[in-house]
């Protein structure tokens, strides 16, 4: 037996060659400012990862500037002093999941979460084409299956429809099957989704809503509250008792459920099942209940995020289950069958003929139906 022979690897699962990430993993990836952010890939291409951030800004990124969630105890990071706009530097002094105790180099130190950081890391040398070919994407078809019998929505329609960081924002309808409804945001986006995520157009006088003021050409959202609604332009009024006129419902994002909630059955604290952005579900624990339809929850072993109830799911989880697992707490979800499930610790059979005991922060249960 060699020096290393006892070492067991997986090998990870790639689009190609160039890029060996998956949807659902928790990684650091390069904004234009040069900083790495926290955040999870939601979709690949040959050469390039939709990153969702978690401050819930999102874009391509080519899979070069994409790396490994590697912050430990000791590392150098810029965090948002007590969850200012502003960033500090520090040092990361204590670690426990995705909290933090970063020790600033003014000397405050305070407990803070991984999606507050930024970093720094080595770039990796791009060329400007491989750059802009990051975003190609690798099926250069949607199919959506058969088509649909006796919806209520039809190619054409303007709806409000839900984005990865669980917002509402304006679309129209582009393609529709039994898989999914393909739709084109407002923004330029498009997205798959499932009919619970859409909803009609309809704003009220009176509604708080998020919305992009005339002067601000980022995707920055300021709340305010609607004074006048004729078809889709509004007339809003800022928290600072500013107005604007006539302003395009593109501009606006908002915040629905999409179901009837009769009774919520959680308290804070309780361990749920919770979706994420990229449709799998991840063990979490509520944080706060904000009001019946804002609910706040902290994934195990992943980021804070707001849902709604109807994302929220009872923590059922026993031997059988079909599920997908972080092997040997790396980067990397394969999948395979709950054997044995003790307090914070599951017995996984990995579909490859490999088990391992490993903790319930790693497992995620994948979306049943693929897109």
Request: glycine share 6%; with cysteine; aromatic share 10%.
């Amino acid at each position: 037996m060699g020096l290393f022979d006892w070492l067991k690897f997986k090998k990870a699962p790639s689009a190609s060659a160039a890029n060996s990430w998956r949807p659902g993993e928790r990684v650091l990836a390069k904004k234009p400012d040069s900083y790495f952010y926290p955040g999870v890939v939601r979709e690949i291409s040959e050469s390039g990862c939709m990153v969702v951030f978690d401050d819930g800004e999102y874009c391509w990124v080519h899979c070069a500037h994409v790396l490994a969630q590697d912050i430990k105890i000791g590392s150098r990071v810029f965090c948002k002093n007590k969850a200012t706009p502003v960033f500090a530097p520090g040092t990361v002094n204590q670690l426990k999941g995705e909290s933090v105790r970063v020790h600033y180099d003014h000397g405050d130190e305070e407990w803070t979460s991984i999606s507050m950081l930024r970093v720094q890391r080595p770039i990796a040398p791009v060329s400007q084409e491989a750059l802009a070919g990051a975003n190609v994407p690798v099926k250069q078809s949607i199919d959506l299956g058969e088509p649909v019998k006796d919806s209520n929505w039809k190619v054409g329609d303007r709806v409000l429809a839900r984005w990865l960081d669980f917002y509402w924002y304006p679309a129209s309808i582009l393609a529709m099957g039994e898989r999914g409804i393909h739709v084109f945001f407002d923004d330029g986006d498009q997205m798959v989704v499932q009919d619970i995520s859409i909803a009609p157009i309809v704003i009220e006088e009176g509604e708080h809503i998020y919305i992009r003021p005339k002067s601000e050409p980022q995707k920055i959202y300021s709340p305010a509250v609607v004074m006048r609604v004729q078809g889709e332009t509004l007339d809003v009024e800022f928290e600072d008792a500013t107005r604007e006129n006539n302003t395009r419902v593109s501009r606006t994002r908002f915040w629905r459920c999409p179901v009837g909630v009769a009774s919520f059955p959680f308290e804070e604290g309780d361990r749920i099942l919770a979706f994420d952005c990229d449709q799998c579900v991840y063990p979490a624990e509520i944080v706060a209940i904000e009001d019946e339809e804002r609910i706040v929850v902290q994934y195990l072993d992943g980021p804070e995020r707001m849902l709604t109830p109807e994302l929220i799911k009872r923590f059922d989880v026993k031997p059988g289950m079909k599920v997908e697992c972080r092997w040997s707490g790396g980067p990397h979800y394969f999948p395979g069958t709950l054997a044995k499930v003790e307090s914070e610790r599951i017995h996984v059979k990995y579909d490859d003929g490999d088990d391992e005991w490993t903790s319930i922060r790693l497992f995620r249960i994948p979306p049943k139906r693929p897109l």
